[in-house]
Structure formats: structure tokens, C-alpha cells
């Protein structure tokens, strides 16, 4: 299974930008793809982003399409989300999610808290 770690996560103002990054404990070449969730306070997970790695074809929620920008680094094994135009119901905890070519359950990281707030 493969380790996980999101970072980059903080408080940042309506309209500022923040970067997440996900580092994960394999090749990134082992891993299919990676996917960008967020849960807010009382609400549901959901899909914000997702790559393909071996294509770099990506798809997004359309509530963040044309702010949010989802990309990995081969060479470092680790992906990030770049936003942009952040609003208040951005707030959430973001989670970095990956599945292998192997099979079995996708992983998760622990999750980084992102707070849009003035």
C-alpha cells in the first residue's frame, strides 16, 4: 500500500492562492491515478481532482474548474494542487488519494485543513 503525506494546507484569505503537495512512498509510475478529495464540517467527501499519471489527463469538480490546478512531479514521486481564487466554501480538509496498478483498496494521507477566512 502506499504512504501518503499531503502538506501546504493553512489559513489564507477570500482570493488568495495556497498549494497543496502529496508525497507518496512509491514510484509514481506504480501508481495509476491520484485524486484530490476535500470534506467540510458536516459534509460529504468529495472528488475535487483527479490526474491520470501515465497521461497527465485530468478532470475537476466543477466548482473549482478554471482555479484549481492538479499536477505531479514524476521526479520527486508527488503530486499538488495548485489554487487559486480561494473562496469560504473551499474550507475543508483536503486528502490526497492514490491507486496503484496493483490492485486493492486506493490510500489515503491523513489530510491538511485549509481555512478560507477573512
Known amino acids: 500500500q502506499v504512504q501518503l503525506v499531503e502538506s501546504g494546507g493553512g489559513l489564507v484569505q477570500p482570493g488568495g492562492s495556497l498549494r497543496l503537495s502529496c508525497a507518496a512512498s512509491?514510484?509514481?509510475?506504480?501508481?495509476?491515478?491520484m485524486r484530490w478529495y476535500r470534506q467540510a464540517l458536516g459534509k460529504q467527501r468529495e472528488l475535487v481532482a483527479s490526474i491520470t499519471t501515465s497521461s497527465g489527463s485530468t478532470n475537476y469538480a466543477d466548482s473549482v474548474k478554471g482555479r484549481f490546478t492538479i499536477a505531479r512531479d514524476n521526479a520527486k514521486n508527488a503530486m499538488y494542487l495548485q489554487m487559486h481564487s480561494l473562496k469560504p466554501e473551499d474550507t475543508a480538509v483536503y486528502y490526497c488519494?492514490?491507486?496503484?496498478?496493483?490492485?486493492?483498496?486506493?490510500?489515503w494521507g491523513q489530510g491538511t485543513q485549509v481555512t478560507v477566512s477573512s
Open positions: 488519494n492514490a491507486e496503484t496498478y496493483y490492485g486493492g483498496f486506493p490510500s
Open positions: 512509491i514510484s509514481i509510475f506504480s501508481i495509476k491515478h
